[in-house]
């Protein structure tokens, strides 16, 4: 029987850099993968494929625009079928990326449904044979799976979820999105910059509803905007396919039931942990709806048995978020000083069209905890290399403790939001003051010297606006 210091189930963001960082630490490890590839949701179903989507939607609308940038652009078309081509060589090359960093680690890639067998054991099951390893540590990165509503159910071709509609032979001219969380609002921005009449209907009150309610509010006036309907705290009470594409009947937010029809529909109503079948409820590891319950350092209650990434109760669904826990993990089996997972240390980035970077509490989280606050806000408006781009909608918003100036929390919408929101991460990592940040430099003319500006907005001190 093979013996090692540690067995992954579970090759996503989580488990294959857990997998590399064990390997650089001498750990002899294997990582089981029920995938005839590596990577997971994120690199093919995920964060890479929608980002190149995105990327591409973005040079159409550029192309849109070129006017008004002094080109003259006649007939552009979009050619579908070269774009899904490129996201498939993209995915491939990062596949491939990863079985190089795993050869160089010495990590060991075993197919097949990983099970965790007993204390120190691990089945790997494939084509009907079942095989068992022995292993010291053994770390539970199964991932997750899009869900759907009661009596919905997903076709593939016509009521898709986050997997289908990667791969539509092409755009399609109508598509109701069920959900407006990060998944939902990324394809809606995504197909309405190809064209698409996109609708979304979201049960709760407001659009990205774990961000602060300020930035929820302005991605539903951008969307707006741009043509895309949303109806919150709508209730939808059926999809049905037919002749056309189909239907989706809901209750509006005044009652009265409304039917839509759509070419596609897409179901973005939040992803359930992939943990049946592989053991773990056999252990002494707590189990609620599927997602397991660990410590800050990524262990369950039974010895020995770690968890992380999208399973794990109560932490957010990022690849980021998956990926330190893997390594806080580790660093923990080989006997390194780490840090416990904070959650308000983490940062959320949704990839819609104005994008959205956000990081520890919202105004109502600092608000409801008692927290005597200050809040400072900066509207792009005032930064001239968000002019220059041409994107100069949204805003950036501080919350900062009232007596010390520490920074609880920064939300960003607008240009770059997702690559700006680095320096609220490692002040808020730093715990900063506002005084630390106010003497920061920031290079001119760039989007991120807005930052600047919303750090001494707090104390009435931006120069730009
Ligand atoms: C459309 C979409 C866009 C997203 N965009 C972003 C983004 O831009 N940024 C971001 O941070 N996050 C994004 N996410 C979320 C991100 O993809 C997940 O948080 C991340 O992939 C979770 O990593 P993981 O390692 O926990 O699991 P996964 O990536 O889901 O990987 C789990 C792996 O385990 C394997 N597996 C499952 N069960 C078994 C078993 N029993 N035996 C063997 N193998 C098994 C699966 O095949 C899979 O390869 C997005 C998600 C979606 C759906």
């Known amino acids: 029987m ?36 590596v990577g997971g949701t ?50 491939n090359k990062h596949t491939k990326g990863i079985e190089f960093l795993f050869r160089k680690s010495k990590v060991e890639t075993i197919t097949g449904w990983g099970r965790v067998a007993g ?24 991932g997750s799976d899009a869900r759907s509503l009661p009596g919905v159910e997903i076709d593939g071709k016509t009521i898709l979820t986050n997997k289908e509609i990667l791969e539509l032979p092409a755009i399609p001219k109508s598509l ?3 959900g407006a969380g990060a998944v939902g609002v990324e394809f809606a921005s995504i197909f309405r910059t190809f064209g698409t009449e996109v609708t979304i209907l979201e049960m709760l009150p407001r659009a990205v509803p774990l961000e602060d309610e300020e930035i929820s509010a302005e991605l539903m006036k951008a969307f707006k905007k741009r043509g895309i309907r949303i109806e919150t705290e709508a209730k939808v009470e059926s999809v049905k396919k037919d002749a056309k594409g189909a239907t989706v009947v809901f209750k509006t937010k005044d009652g009265k039931s409304e039917s839509l029809a759509a070419e596609k529909v897409l179901m973005a109503v939040g992803r359930r942990p992939m943990t049946e079948n592989t053991g773990v409820d056999k252990t002494a590891a707590k189990l609620e709806r599927g997602f397991v319950h660990t410590n800050a350092y990524m262990e369950t209650a039974e010895p020995r048995l770690f968890a992380i990434g999208d399973i794990v109760a109560g932490l957010p669904q990022l690849a980021h978020a998956a990926s330190m826990e893997g390594l806080i993990a580790v660093g923990l089996m080989a006997g390194k000083e780490v840090q416990p997972f904070d959650r308000m240390k983490c940062p959320n980035a949704t990839y819609c069209e104005p ?68 320096e609220a991460v490692t002040a808020i990592s730093l715990e900063a003051t506002l005084d630390d940040l106010a003497a920061m430099i920031h290079a001119h003319p760039t989007v991120w010297e807005a930052m600047g500006d919303a750090f001494n907005a707090v104390r009435g001190l931006s120069i730009n606006a």
Request: aromatic content about 8%; proline content about 3%; overall charge positive.
């Open 119 to 142: 204390p120190g054991r691990v089945s790997v099951e494939k084509d009907g044979k079942k095989t068992e390893i022995e292993t010291t540590y053994t770390m539970l990165a199964t």
């Open 355 to 422: 994008q959205i970077g956000s990081i520890g509490m919202t105004e109502k989280q600092a608000r409801d905890a008692g927290i005597k606050i200050k809040i400072g806000k900066f509207p792009f408006l005032g930064n001239s290399k968000a002019t220059i781009l041409g994107h100069h909608e949204g805003f950036i918003k501080v919350v900062a403790e009232e007596k010390y100036g520490e920074i609880l929390g920064v939300h960003v919408i607008g240009p770059l939001a997702t690559e700006i929101i680095a």
């Open 2 to 37: 093979a013996k090692y210091d540690l067995v992954i189930i579970g090759s996503g963001p989580g488990g294959y850099v857990a997998a590399i960082r064990a390997g650089q630490y001498g750990l002899k490890t294997a990582v089981i993968e029920k995938d005839s590839y």
């Open 176 to 178: 109701v999105v069920v």
């Open 42 to 91: 994120c690199l093919h179903i995920g964060c890479i494929p929608t980002k190149v989507l995105l990327h591409h939607a973005e040079i159409y609308d550029t192309f849109q625009r070129a006017a008004e940038f002094g080109f003259e652009v006649k007939d552009v078309k979009v050619n579908w079928p070269a774009i899904l081509a490129r996201k498939e060589r993209i995915v």
